[in-house]
């Protein structure tokens, strides 16, 4: 049902998202945090086309981490439990603390960040 909802929410977000700017998620780390920051307000806050854009870094960083998983070597070992908001987050600090690599793709970003955030134990 998880997986549903969150394809529900991606689909509208692509349908939506030329509506709204040029700028994705997926562009680069700068341009993840500018759409993505939104994550730190509260929920009255937020206005719709920020709700959007907050969807759509949920979707991407689910959708990436769904892909990670289905190589044989994941390059990270992230617990079944960690929600998409966490890992949103988690990227968010990554390229904060690194704003020399905020011009890099998010993909690479999020990699690195999940390998500091989850490394997989020795030997696997």
Known sequence: MRNACL?????TYLAAAP?????HPWDS???FLRLCSVI????????QVEGMYLM??????????EG??????APYCAPQEVANGQMVRILMKFIRD????AHLSTGLLFLEAMKG?????TGK
């Open 56 to 65: 759509g870094c949920y979707a991407y960083v689910h959708g990436f981490d």
């Open 68 to 73: 990670v998983g289905l190589v044989s070597t």
């Open 98 to 101: 690194n704003p020399a690599k």
């Open 19 to 23: 509506a709204f700017a040029e700028e």
């Open 117 to 121: 955030a989850f490394p997989c134990p």
């Open 29 to 31: 780390g700068n341009t």
């Open 40 to 47: 730190d307000k509260s929920a009255n806050e937020v206005t």
């Open 7 to 11: 394809f529900l929410l991606a689909l």
